[in-house]
């Protein structure tokens, strides 16, 4: 999703992992952000973010047309560990590196442990994906997304009786998960959505 400014001299530029990220943090972003000029990236890759990050804005920001804009930075990231876990992500990092007084600020919108983990937010859509039941003892086994990973959704799949494989990126799994679901359970998206409208003003 990439929003035109209008008259708006400031701009949300999002940054994202992967695939995945990008079929779900679009429909995110079309729903709960639709009043925001933005501009996404697919980075592709968690790894050597930060370099990537003041790399692709270096870039971005050089070009005369956006000298006059105010940037304002929000990546969406995975942990890949726990709470406890330091984060690769380093927003300090960029802005030096950058050296630009258009980035007016630089957040990061951070899945623990990774984005599989926010899926079991919506537990019930994934067991009727997946054709398994949803039942008192699967709710209790799944009931802390913040330590479940792609490995026990892979295993989830492999309970369902339609014998599917999880694949990442896959569009049909991602578009029928309950985004209204998930971002409501999950406080570090709802958070982060809050965030990014209060910036521009809409929340």
Same mark, same amino acid.
């Given at each position: 999703?990439?929003?035109?400014? !209008? /008259?708006?001299?400031?701009?949300?530029?999002? &940054?994202?992992?992967?695939?995945?990220?990008?079929?779900?943090? %679009?429909?995110?972003?079309?729903?709960?952000?639709?009043?925001?000029?933005?501009?996404?990236?697919?980075?592709?890759?968690?790894?050597?973010?930060?370099?990537?990050?003041?790399?692709?804005?270096?870039?971005?920001?050089? /070009?005369?047309?956006?000298?006059?804009?105010?940037?304002?930075?929000? #990546? &969406?990231?995975?942990?890949? !560990?726990?709470?406890?876990?330091?984060?690769?992500?380093?927003?300090?990092? +960029? /802005?030096? #590196?950058?050296?630009?007084?258009?980035?007016? %600020?630089?957040?990061?919108?951070? #899945? +623990?442990?990774?984005?599989?983990?926010?899926?079991?937010?919506?537990?019930?859509? +994934?067991?009727?994906?997946?054709?398994l039941s949803y039942t008192d003892s699967l709710q209790?086994?799944?009931?802390?997304?913040?330590?479940?990973?792609? /490995?026990?959704?892979?295993?989830?799949?492999?309970?369902?009786?339609?014998?599917?494989?999880?694949?990442?990126?896959?569009?049909?799994?991602?578009?029928?998960?309950?985004?209204?679901? +998930?971002?409501?359970?999950?406080? #570090?998206?709802?958070?982060?959505i809050h965030m990014i409208n209060e910036d521009f003003?809409?929340?």
């Amino acid at each position: 999703m990439n929003k035109t400014l !209008g /008259k708006s001299k400031k701009l949300a530029y999002i &940054f994202y992992e992967g695939d995945t990220e990008e079929l779900f943090y %679009k429909r995110i972003f079309f729903k709960y952000l639709r009043g925001v000029p933005n501009k996404t990236k697919n980075l592709e890759t968690g790894t050597n973010i930060n370099k990537r990050i003041a790399s692709e804005l270096g870039y971005f920001l050089n /070009k005369k047309e956006n000298k006059g804009l105010d940037i304002y930075v929000y #990546a &969406f990231t995975d942990r890949e !560990g726990m709470k406890s876990d330091i984060s690769e992500f380093d927003g300090e990092a +960029i /802005k030096k #590196a950058l050296n630009k007084k258009q980035v007016k %600020k630089i957040e990061n919108i951070e #899945a +623990i442990i990774m984005i599989e983990s926010w899926f079991f937010y919506d537990l019930e859509g +994934i067991c009727d994906y997946i054709g398994l039941s949803y039942t008192d003892s699967l709710q209790r086994t799944y009931s802390n997304p913040e330590r479940l990973t792609h /490995k026990e959704l892979q295993g989830l799949f492999r309970k369902g009786t339609r014998r599917q494989h999880y694949i990442k990126g896959e569009k049909g799994f991602l578009e029928k998960l309950d985004i209204d679901k +998930i971002q409501r359970k999950c406080t #570090a998206l709802k958070e982060g959505i809050h965030m990014i409208n209060e910036d521009f003003g809409l929340d």
